[in-house]
């Protein structure tokens, strides 16, 4: 397991990170590049001087910077990023020329057989895109620079997704049906 959230950590930040973000190589090069550029981006909080989990503009549908239940994970970074990890590196280029994405079995999708998105696929997109933009070298679960706990806010993210489902929300529900697209 530990060398598949290598190959993710490293497909989304290094391989796809500039058709992700829409940035340059140069803003993901290295932790201060990420801090000065992303801090906000990835919910932090001048005032407090934290990270908080949900406000991150990054998983946010149009950027914004409070959570919302009808916008959370609903980001094109998001969308692409699923797209990086689950169906691999081209289909970022192909999902931003608005092509057709094939789902083949040499994938992380394939492999898995993963036919639907789930609670914790989405989970750990909402993570790993924050990641990406911490100033964090290395996905751990508390992260070295950044002092964000990542494990907890996969769990979170996690419970927030398996609640939605469980009450039968319909905003989950159509969430479902985005990424299932």
Request: aromatic share 12%; glycine share 6%; charged share 25%.
């Amino acid at each position: 397991m530990q060398v598949q959230r290598s190959n993710t950590v490293t497909r989304v930040r290094s391989q796809c990170g500039q058709a992700i973000f829409d940035c340059s190589l140069e803003d993901l090069a290295d932790a201060d590049s990420c801090k000065k550029k992303f801090r906000n981006a990835i919910g932090w909080n001048e005032s407090e001087k934290v990270y908080e989990r949900w406000n991150c503009s990054i998983l946010n549908e149009n950027g914004s910077e409070k959570a919302d239940k009808f916008i959370v994970f609903r980001s094109q970074a998001m969308s692409r990023c699923y797209a990086a990890i689950f169906f691999g590196t081209n289909t970022v280029k192909s999902i931003r020329a608005g092509q057709f994405v094939g789902k083949g079995k040499e994938t992380v999708a394939g492999v898995w057989g993963l036919t639907h998105a789930t609670p914790g696929s989405i989970a750990m997109c909402a993570t790993i895109i924050c990641w990406a933009l911490s100033e964090d070298l290395y996905l751990q679960e508390y992260g070295k620079h950044s002092r964000i706990n990542w494990q907890q806010h996969f769990k979170s993210y996690l419970m927030y997704l398996l609640d939605g489902i469980r009450q039968k929300k319909v905003w989950v529900i159509k969430l479902f049906q985005k990424y299932d697209e």
